[in-house]
């Protein structure tokens, strides 16, 4: 069972190949033997490669951004698990709210893909959150559980170790400021009381993490929270200093 916190860096459609290799050589450099913390790096497809070979010696793992649920065939454009397996990810984010947004994922969609991948042994950040209208409107809760229960629909319980749920407010995600840990903390509690009661006989649930305008200096109070089992990182994963901070600090 792991309880190890995950530090989980989120490049999105950022960095090309110089500034990729330059980028990881260095997060290798300054923390390959730190232990008690799960660091997975998010390059996009044309990267997953490069990123492979240069952490192959080291405790870093590789997700992707993105997955399809089918196992191959005429599906133009898309990657499936056994693909991201076979370059070397153990890893796949799944449900962003951005791809929630841009390319019109519905939660029909990333619950497939959820099914697909944790069955082919990928492990999964599924992300959840409600945008600023929700939040104005007092809808957190509401859209949070719904995300969480379409998403995980028919997921075997004893597959839930390899889930990881990524709690993150569309409305701060990229804007410098992290949500209120009061919200934080609100949020990270319900969520762990809604896996409770979706999946009441399972032994393992899954981890969750806190991401949107996660930094070095706000890190400390948001890990320190209950039930915030680590952090998913955009802006701050690009720049090694400020991304093996946040990892340092989630562990000390
Ligand atoms: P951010 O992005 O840290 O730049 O807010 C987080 C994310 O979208 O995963």
Not at 157 to 171: A, C, H, N, T
Not at 207 to 216: A, E, K, L, P
Request: glycine share 6%.
């Amino acid at each position: 069972m792991n309880k190890n916190k995950l530090v989980f860096a989120n490049w999105k459609m950022n960095l090309h190949s110089e500034d990729v290799i330059m980028l990881v050589k260095s997060v290798v450099d300054k923390i390959n033997n730190i232990s008690g913390v799960d660091v997975v790096l998010a390059p996009s497809f044309p990267y997953l490669g490069i990123v492979k070979n240069l952490t192959k010696n080291s405790k870093i793992s590789l997700s992707a951004q993105n997955v399809f649920w089918e196992e191959s065939g005429p599906y133009t454009g898309e990657v499936s698990p056994e693909m991201l397996l076979d370059v070397g990810c153990t890893w796949t984010m799944i449900g962003h709210s951005e791809r929630r947004q841009h390319l019109l994922e519905t939660n029909e969609m990333i619950n497939k893909k959820v099914l697909s991948s944790v069955s082919k042994g990928l492990n999964v950040v599924l992300c959840v959150g409600e945008s600023y209208d929700e939040k104005r409107t007092d809808k957190t809760f509401e859209s949070i559980s719904d995300q969480l229960h379409r998403g995980l629909r028919g997921v075997r319980e004893d597959l839930l170790s390899q889930i990881v749920i990524g709690y993150e407010p569309i409305w701060v995600i990229g804007s410098g400021e992290a949500a209120s840990v009061n919200d934080i903390a609100n949020v990270h509690n319900f969520i762990s009381n809604e896996l409770k009661a979706m999946f009441p006989s399972a032994n393992y649930l899954p981890r969750i993490v806190y991401g949107g305008s996660v930094n070095r200096d706000n890190i400390e109070q948001i890990i320190k929270l209950d039930n915030v089992n680590g952090a998913l990182v955009g802006n701050a994963s690009m720049d090694c200093d400020k991304f093996c901070d946040i990892v340092l600090r989630v562990v000390k």
